[in-house]
């Protein structure tokens, strides 16, 4: 079992910066790649970033590219979601996922990831 808690989220103005952090717990050691999907109301969750054991990262190009980061630190069992230039329509919930197997590219399907966080709301106003 593996359990993932996110923070860092909240209410901010559009060009702010936030980092969100998802911190896991239990059977880490079994966790390949862990990504941050998005949901925001009446949408379906949508892949956001994804990051391998090893660094390799993947990235949603058409709606953050070059101003969100992933990135992880394997000593603390953490992964964070650096956002930049945030604008209204980042608004969602963001989920922290982990996928248990050893595979690469990192996969997009909510349904490839075997745990999730509770999520954290980001609010971006205009």
């Known amino acids: 079992q593996v359990q993932l808690v996110e923070s860092g989220g909240g209410l901010v103005q559009a060009g702010d910066s936030v980092r969100l952090s998802c911190a896991a717990s239990?059977?880490?050691?079994?966790?390949?790649?862990l990504a941050w999907f998005r949901q925001a109301p009446g949408k379906e969750r949508e892949f956001v970033a994804a990051?391998?054991?090893?660094?390799?990262?993947?990235y949603n190009a058409d709606s953050v590219k070059g101003r969100f980061t992933i990135s992880r630190d394997n000593t603390k069992n953490t992964v964070y979601l650096q956002m930049n230039s945030l604008k209204p329509e980042d608004t969602a919930v963001y989920y922290c996922?982990?996928?248990?197997?050893?595979?690469?590219?990192?996969?997009?399907?909510?349904?490839?990831?075997?745990?999730w966080g509770q999520g954290t709301q980001v609010t971006v106003s205009s």
């Open positions: 239990g059977r880490t050691f079994t966790i390949y790649n």
């Open positions: 996922a982990a996928d248990m197997r050893d595979r690469w590219p990192a996969r997009v399907e909510r349904y490839q990831y075997d745990y």
């Open positions: 990051i391998s054991w090893s660094g390799g990262t993947r």
